[in-house]
């Protein structure tokens, strides 16, 4: 039976604000299966960021679980494993691409940083623009960058907000692709908020978010019962 990589049980995320509180999630429950890709669509403001920082150990529930059975144990800070690509990118602003993509294996093991970091920017055809900085990159680029930085130290499960969000309809396609076919060769998880439906349509399951809940969960082949 394919590994559980992360298990979310009856999930809230409130936030205070000045006018009262924000439940930007409501109840998730889902489980995450090694190698499975996940798209989350929904409207701005349905909790689809909100969510995924919770997925990746970047935030903590209100109340309810996040488990990470298969990416490490819980009492780390936060669950290892996991490569995460931000909303609009995130490149550190001093370091040139390559070093962006460098810097988490600079903060693991090290071992080998500029060739895999450039063996990753190719994955994504833009080993080219290894030197340049972030802000002579368009916003197109720089995703493409951030996607790299997330697959370079070869995660069980890649988080991306909305990494497409930039590029147009041709360049958000062949990004995906190229991101598929690399958790294909490795086995990894993929989950992927999104707007935009033709890049949703590329994953196996969708999961439909509408004021912090699930409208749906499409499954398609091969994912079945994991809901
Ligand atoms: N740190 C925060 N403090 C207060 N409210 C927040 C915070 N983060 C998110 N929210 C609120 O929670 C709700 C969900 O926000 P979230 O960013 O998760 O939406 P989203 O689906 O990612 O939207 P978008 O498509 O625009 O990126 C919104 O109402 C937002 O204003
Ligand atoms: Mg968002």
Redesign the pocket.
């Given at each position: 039976m394919a590994k559980t990589l992360a298990v979310a049980t009856d999930l809230w995320r409130s936030?205070?604000?000045e006018r009262g509180v924000?439940a930007?999630?409501q109840g998730c429950s889902f489980r995450i299966i090694a190698g499975e890709t996940i798209a989350i669509i929904?409207?701005?403001?349905?909790?689809?960021?909100?969510?995924l920082n919770l997925i990746a150990g970047l935030d903590v529930p209100s109340s309810g679980r996040m488990e990470w059975p298969g990416l490490g144990s819980s009492d780390t800070l936060r669950p290892g494993r996991i490569g995460v690509v931000f909303?609009s990118a995130n490149l550190m602003p001093v370091l040139s691409a390559v070093e962006n993509v460098e810097l988490p294996i600079l903060l693991g093991n090290g071992i080998e940083a500029e060739a895999r970091a450039l063996a990753a920017l190719a994955v994504f055809g833009v080993e080219t623009l290894a030197s340049k900085l972030p802000e002579q990159l368009s916003g197109g680029q720089a995703e493409r960058i951030a996607v790299a930085r997330a697959i370079v130290t070869n995660p069980e499960l890649i988080v991306a907000?909305?990494p497409t969000g930039q590029l147009d309809q041709a360049g958000a396609a062949i990004l995906v692709d190229r991101l598929l076919t690399w958790g294909q060769q490795t086995g990894s998880a993929i989950i992927i908020?999104t707007?935009d439906e033709r890049v949703a349509a590329k994953m196996s399951r969708i999961w439909r978010?509408r004021h912090?809940k699930f409208e749906n969960m499409v499954e398609r082949a091969a994912c079945t019962g994991t809901g």
């Open positions: 936030f205070q604000r924000v930007a999630v929904g409207p701005s403001g349905c909790g689809k960021t909100t969510l909303q907000d909305e908020a707007h978010m912090g």
